[in-house]
């Protein structure tokens, strides 16, 4: 009876994926069996999370369908009305998973000051006549920028395919 409960722990313990308990090993005279882990998912790569943001946009807004999409033959207001909706789709999305902010809070056109020794000089871009050395103490604001404070993607499920931005859909009749 002893057998016959080792061989049914082998079995399934095989079965489940992993490798024969250290007590059943011994038992059947095996010496030490070293247990396998189940195999990891593919390692997460930095993208990943830009690749699950726009497969988000993809869902939610269609962004991917209407950026791929040759809208040159479509009217003016066609695209107007297409656009509308993706903004605001887009939009909720974007509010629902990112707190974003401007890295320059002032008014587009107006001169803004900027502290050239500031700690984070690469989130200010200069254009125009740049001088060759040094940084400029500031310029017209042309662009506010943004900055994500923070991000609340959902968890990826480790078994999915990050680089999957939306599956094909097929309809049965």
């Given at each position: 009876?002893?057998?016959?409960?080792?061989?049914?722990?082998?079995?399934?313990?095989?079965?489940?994926?992993?490798?024969?308990?250290?007590?059943?090993?011994?038992?059947?005279?095996l010496g030490k069996a070293k247990r396998e882990s189940a195999p990891?998912?593919?390692?997460?790569?930095?993208?990943?999370?830009?690749?699950?943001?726009?497969?988000?946009?993809?869902?939610?807004?269609?962004?991917?369908?209407?950026?791929?999409?040759?809208?040159?033959?479509?009217?003016?207001?066609?695209?107007?009305?297409?656009?509308?909706?993706?903004?605001?789709?887009?939009?909720?999305?974007?509010?629902r998973y990112l707190e974003l902010a401007p890295v320059l809070d002032?008014?587009?056109?107006?001169?803004?000051?900027?502290?050239?020794?500031?700690?984070?000089?690469?989130?200010?871009?200069f254009l125009g006549n740049v001088p060759a050395q040094g940084r400029?103490?500031?310029?017209?604001?042309?662009?506010?920028?943004?900055?994500?404070?923070?991000?609340?993607?959902?968890?990826?499920?480790?078994?999915?395919?990050?680089?999957?931005?939306?599956?094909?859909?097929?309809?049965?009749?």
């Open positions: 009876m002893a057998r016959l409960s080792l061989a049914f722990r082998a079995f399934f313990a095989i079965v489940r994926g992993g490798g024969l308990p250290e007590d059943v090993a011994a038992a059947l005279g990891a998912g593919p390692a997460r790569q930095p993208a990943d999370g830009a690749l699950q943001m726009l497969g988000i946009l993809q869902r939610d807004a269609r962004l991917v369908d209407f950026l791929m999409e040759d809208i040159a033959s479509y009217s003016d207001q066609q695209v107007g009305a297409a656009v509308r909706d993706l903004h605001e789709q887009g939009r909720k999305s974007l509010a002032g008014i587009e056109g107006s001169f803004t000051r900027v502290d050239p020794q500031g700690p984070d000089q690469a989130a200010v871009k400029p103490n500031g310029g017209v604001l042309r662009h506010r920028g943004w900055r994500a404070r923070k991000t609340s993607l959902p968890a990826l499920d480790p078994r999915q395919d990050p680089s999957l931005i939306a599956p094909a859909e097929l309809e049965i009749e």
